[in-house]
Structures are given as structure tokens and as C-alpha cells.
């Protein structure tokens, strides 16, 4: 017995409680609107722009390229639809098949008015092709948006390269790094991104608020109009004790993302050996080196389809994991778009679990784990484990070429 196991990080990670204290006062005592001009909302004005220079410094911006949003959806949505907007004439996207709906579904409304749009495919571990997005630039190709990481698999795209190919080209880079933000260095006077999505609550800040790196000399249009906060980004009172968990979020990540980056990837390549180890039908889905710090999918071969019930089993046995992103559960049971773009059959594009530490996770958390994770695959209901599957020899070829 013992208290749950949270291993779904990627969909949310808990408040910080240091990031809690930080915020409280700004909840109950100093509940200024920061547009006022009198003491309260000079105090709110004040923890606003604090918080706006501790994200800025998680990347090494300029608190004046921070606009602050309600989410990392409405981050992706400026990015997407306030660039394109801005411009005149007509406009071409490039992006990839695997974005996040935040990006994917702003690409589609934009399709419907004309905006011409390319899907990058990607390889069997999740990557985009360099190459390809060369192919991929026409001369009216105004921004090209790739995800610093992806939510599903893990897998880490090589956005520097992506990010001097659009440049080169003249064209605006995006970057969703909202599972990337906090876990690795992100720094925009190495990167060349003119424009980068952050969410807080991925970072064990609260949820409801996110934030736009936008680069200095790049036009927007709002999406969100109104009273003109945010230098006319991004109408709305603030989010102050929102804004503030976030800025305290990334001070903290800003901190500690080294050595907490360290200790998760040895605890999630200690729970994938002893895995391998105990468990043959289990294979490795996206990219095994270029991946997110905490970040595991994994599959289990014949037993694909019987993803939800494995599910079930795990949150019976007190295990919280997913599968796929917690933003296409109400889909379940339907294959992922993202593995079948992968090169999954529509089988085994229903069947991956996704196990994802974060901060307070534990040796002794995933040593429970690996007792209860057998136990549930052999729950009642749930097809029996085959191990000859092609994707392990495909792993196993992976794996000797990194
Ligand atoms: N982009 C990616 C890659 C994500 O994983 C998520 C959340 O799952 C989002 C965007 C959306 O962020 P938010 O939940 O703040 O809207």
C-alpha cells in the first residue's frame, strides 16, 4: 500500500509548494488590478513585472519580449494567427504533423481563409527532417512553427537547425516549448526563434497562465482585444497570482533544471532497464537519446489495443500514467494521429502509455511501479503478452545505432 504515484507529468505537475507561499498574498491581501494607479494596483504592477523578468531570464530574453497569456494553447494561438495577421499578401505556414492542437487547429482555421499550410512528416522516432522543411519554404512562406518537444513521445526536435533555416529563408520560427521550457537550455541569443510558447502549469507553476516570447521587432496582431494590457498582445486584467506562481516557477526551474534534468533521465533509464529486463514485450516508442528528461512512451506488444483498460488497472492499483496527451482523452481508444504519422500501424497507434516523472519523483515511486505495472497487464480482460513483436527488432536497431 502507499500513497498514489503520479507519472503523468507531461499533462500537469504539481503547484511547487514554494511557488504556492509566493503566490497566496497575491490571492487574499494584494489583490490590486496592476492597471490602477494607487498603491494596490502600483503593488500588482510590480509582482507582474517581476514575474514577466524571471520567465524572461528562464531563456534569456528581455522582460519587454514576455507577453503574458491565459495558457500555452493561447501562446500557440498568438504566435500562429497574430503573425499571420500582421502581414499582407498572400501567406504560407510550415509546420509539422505532430504539433499540439494549439498549433494544428489555429493552421486549420487559417487554411479555411485561405492561408496555405504544410505538414511535415516525421520519422519513425517522432523527428522532423531538416531537408524537408528546406523543401518545404516557398517565397511566401511566412513562418514555420516546430515544436521544442513533443507531448506523446518525448521526442526533441532539432529546433536550432529548423529555427536558422527559416531565418535564412526570411521567414518567422515558432517554437512550442511547452513541455521543453524548464527541462532543457533554451536560450534566444543562441536560438534563433523569433516567437516561443511557455506554459507554467508544465513547470510546477499554476495553471491558467502561459506566456509568449515574442523577439523584439517582430509584429503581431492580438487575438484578444480589449483594454490593451500586455502592449496591446493581450487584453485582460492580469492574472496576477497566476503570473506571479509563474514567475517564481521559472526562477526555481532556472535553478535547479540542471541537476533535476540529471536525475530524471537516470530515473527514467533506470525504470526502462529494469523494464527491458523484466518485461521483453515492452518497447520504447520516439527517440531513445533525443527525449525529454522524465519522459517515457512506451508500448506493449499484442496488447496494444487494450490500452484503456491498462489504464484503468494502473489508476486502480493507485497509479496516475496516460495515454497520449491528457488533451485527446475524451479520443480514447482511437489511434493516435501522432504514431500513425510515426509510421504505426492503426493497432499499434492505439496502444502507448505514457509514463512521465517530474520534480518529486521518486526511486521508491518507481520501484512500486515496476511491481504493480505486470499485475495490471495481466489484469483480467487484457490480451496476453506477445514478445515477437518487429518493433522490438526496430528497437533494438535503434538502439545500436545511438
Ligand atoms: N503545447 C504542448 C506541446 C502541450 O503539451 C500543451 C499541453 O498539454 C499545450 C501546448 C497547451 O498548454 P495549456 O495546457 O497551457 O493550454
Same mark, same amino acid.
Given at each position: 500500500m502507499g500513497s498514489r504515484i503520479y507519472f503523468d507529468h507531461s499533462a500537469t505537475t504539481p503547484l511547487d509548494p514554494r511557488v504556492f507561499v509566493l503566490m497566496e498574498p497575491y490571492l487574499l491581501d494584494d489583490f490590486g488590478n496592476p492597471s490602477s494607479l494607487h498603491r494596490e494596483g502600483r503593488k500588482a504592477r510590480e509582482a507582474v513585472e517581476t514575474a514577466r523578468a524571471q520567465v524572461a531570464a528562464l531563456f534569456g530574453a528581455a522582460p519587454s519580449e514576455i507577453v503574458f497569456t491565459g495558457s500555452g494553447t493561447e501562446a500557440d494561438n498568438l504566435a500562429i494567427l497574430g503573425s499571420i495577421r500582421a502581414g499582407t499578401g498572400s501567406a504560407h505556414i510550415v509546420t509539422s504533423s505532430i504539433e499540439h492542437a494549439g498549433v494544428l487547429e489555429p493552421c486549420r482555421f487559417l487554411e479555411r481563409f485561405g492561408v496555405k499550410v504544410d505538414y511535415l512528416p516525421v520519422d519513425s522516432y517522432g523527428l522532423v527532417d531538416p531537408e524537408n522543411l528546406r523543401r518545404a519554404l516557398r517565397p511566401e512562406?511566412?513562418?514555420?512553427?516546430?515544436?521544442?518537444?513533443?507531448?506523446?513521445?518525448?521526442?526533441?526536435?532539432?529546433?536550432?537547425?529548423?529555427?536558422?533555416?527559416?531565418?535564412?529563408?526570411?521567414?518567422?520560427?515558432?517554437?512550442?516549448?511547452?513541455?521543453?521550457?524548464?527541462?532543457?537550455?533554451?536560450?534566444?541569443?543562441?536560438?534563433?526563434?523569433?516567437?516561443?510558447?511557455?506554459?507554467?502549469?508544465?513547470?510546477?507553476?499554476?495553471?491558467?497562465?502561459?506566456?509568449?516570447?515574442?523577439?523584439?521587432?517582430?509584429?503581431?496582431?492580438?487575438?484578444?482585444?480589449?483594454?490593451?494590457?500586455?502592449?496591446? =498582445?493581450?487584453? #485582460?486584467?492580469?492574472? &496576477?497570482?497566476?503570473?506571479?506562481?509563474?514567475? @517564481?516557477?521559472? %526562477?526555481? $526551474?532556472?535553478? !535547479?533544471?540542471?541537476?533535476?534534468?540529471?536525475?530524471?533521465?537516470?530515473?527514467?533509464?533506470?525504470?526502462?532497464?529494469?523494464?527491458?529486463?523484466?518485461?521483453?514485450?515492452?518497447?520504447?516508442?520516439?527517440?531513445?537519446?533525443?527525449?525529454?528528461?522524465?519522459?517515457?512512451?512506451?508500448?506493449?506488444?499484442?496488447?496494444?489495443?487494450?490500452?484503456?483498460?491498462?489504464?484503468?488497472? =494502473?489508476?486502480? #492499483?493507485?497509479?496516475? &500514467?496516460?495515454?497520449?496527451?491528457?488533451?485527446? @482523452?475524451?479520443? %480514447?481508444? $482511437?489511434?493516435? !494521429?501522432?504514431?500513425?504519422?510515426?509510421?504505426?500501424?492503426?493497432q499499434r497507434a492505439k496502444g502507448s502509455l505514457r509514463v512521465t516523472l517530474g520534480r518529486f519523483s521518486t526511486e521508491s515511486e518507481v520501484n512500486r511501479f515496476l511491481e504493480i505495472l505486470p499485475r495490471a497487464l495481466a489484469a483480467p480482460g487484457l490480451a496476453a503478452a506477445r514478445d515477437d513483436s518487429p518493433r522490438n527488432v526496430e528497437l533494438s536497431v535503434a538502439q545500436a545505432r545511438n
Open positions: 512562406t511566412r513562418l514555420v512553427s516546430i515544436m521544442a518537444a513533443n507531448n506523446v513521445v518525448g521526442t526533441l526536435q532539432p529546433i536550432a537547425e529548423l529555427a536558422r533555416i527559416a531565418k535564412q529563408h526570411g521567414a518567422l520560427f515558432h517554437t512550442d516549448a511547452v513541455q521543453a521550457a524548464g527541462k532543457m537550455r533554451l536560450d534566444v541569443n543562441e536560438l534563433p526563434a523569433d516567437l516561443i510558447s511557455l506554459s507554467a502549469h508544465k513547470l510546477h507553476g499554476p495553471k491558467g497562465v502561459g506566456a509568449l516570447y515574442v523577439r523584439d521587432g517582430v509584429e503581431l496582431n492580438p487575438i484578444v482585444l480589449g483594454g490593451g494590457q500586455e502592449r496591446g =498582445l493581450r487584453s #485582460a486584467t492580469e492574472n &496576477v497570482a497566476g503570473i506571479v506562481g509563474f514567475g @517564481a516557477a521559472a %526562477a526555481l $526551474a532556472r535553478e !535547479e533544471m540542471e541537476e533535476e534534468a540529471r536525475d530524471l533521465v537516470r530515473l527514467r533509464e533506470y525504470l526502462l532497464a529494469r523494464l527491458r529486463a523484466t518485461m521483453p514485450h515492452a518497447y520504447l516508442i520516439g527517440h531513445p537519446v533525443k527525449r525529454l528528461p522524465g519522459h517515457l512512451c512506451l508500448g506493449f506488444a499484442g496488447q496494444e489495443g487494450e490500452v484503456l483498460q491498462l489504464l484503468t488497472a =494502473l489508476d486502480e #492499483a493507485g497509479v496516475a &500514467v496516460s495515454s497520449g496527451s491528457a488533451c485527446s @482523452a475524451h479520443h %480514447a481508444g $482511437a489511434p493516435s !494521429e501522432i504514431l500513425l504519422a510515426m509510421g504505426f500501424d492503426s
